[in-house]
């Protein structure tokens, strides 16, 4: 099936502007009035809700510097049966894609190396950003202080409270990050989904694993998490490499790289 075959198209209201919402095979397209092309593929899609006339639209989607962002979508219908319509068809889709990708993750392949997520957060009182992969998290701090990398099939529980989720990990050991409200649930479901499937579905078939290679805080990991948070922001390490300050601004390495 074509990716350019057309669905169906209607107009709706995006907040107080109009836009065109057209159903491919693959994505959405909206074109608000005045405004640029947006398209969005099912498999970013998080969560679909309908309200009688009205749909939000949850997505992941990367901006231009590589960063995951969050898209809150809410459209609004002229009658409730084409409100329907598209809820049962981007819900579908949606699901349909989110099943593709699990059946990938659950027989081993790995289509792409970057992260789900990319959120702002906080470990104890130390700021730094931390990067949601498919089968571990990383986080990396701004300024001084030691890195952290957890692999799912090392957590014991995930427990929310307040903000934060505290996992825990190993021999009474913990790691806790708050994290941003706008995201707070999304991730939490995440995380819980995906770590219980991988003890399920996963464990039996990788027995012999090295957690200290790929697990905890400080010198053992620092390595792995900055390859993999400079990966993630598009950095090459060459002397024009780019540098992350504590402001989240950034800005060129003085002198280049050491030779």
């Known amino acids: 099936m074509s990716d350019e075959r057309l669905i169906r198209s209607e107009l709706a209201y995006w907040n107080d502007d109009k836009t065109?919402?057209?159903?491919?095979?693959?994505?959405?397209?909206?074109?608000?009035?005045?405004?640029?092309?947006?398209?969005i593929k099912y498999a970013n899609i998080a969560s679909c809700k309908r309200y009688m006339k009205e749909?939000?639209?949850t997505s992941k989607g990367s901006s231009d510097s590589g960063f995951y962002d969050i898209h809150y979508i809410p459209l609004k219908f002229e009658n409730k049966d084409v409100a329907e319509y598209y809820f049962s068809f981007i819900a579908e889709r949606a699901q349909q894609f989110a099943d593709i990708?699990?059946?990938?993750?659950?027989?081993?392949?790995?289509?792409?190396?970057s992260p789900i997520y990319t959120i702002p957060s906080r470990m104890g009182f130390t700021e730094g950003v931390l990067y949601i992969y498919d089968d571990h998290f990383s986080f990396r701090v701004a300024g001084q202080g030691e890195n952290a990398r957890l692999h799912y099939m090392d957590v014991h529980e995930i427990i929310k409270n307040f903000g934060t989720l505290r996992f825990s990990y190993g021999r009474n050991e913990n790691m806790t990050f708050q994290i941003p409200k706008a995201i707070y649930a999304e991730l939490y479901n995440y995380l819980d989904n995906r770590i219980k499937n991988m003890h399920v579905h996963e464990i039996e078939s990788d027995p012999d694993y090295d957690r200290l290679g790929r697990t905890g805080i400080g010198k053992q990991v620092n390595d792995i998490v900055i390859a993999e948070s400079d990966a993630a922001r598009g950095m090459l390490d060459d002397e024009n490499r780019m540098m992350s300050l504590e402001t989240g601004r950034l800005k060129r390495r003085e002198g280049g790289m050491p030779k």
């Open 20 to 39: 065109s919402v057209e159903l491919y095979e693959d994505y959405i397209r909206f074109e608000p009035v005045g405004s640029k092309t947006i398209e």
């Open 55 to 57: 749909l939000l639209v």
């Open 101 to 113: 990708s699990q059946t990938d993750r659950d027989t081993g392949k790995k289509k792409d190396e």
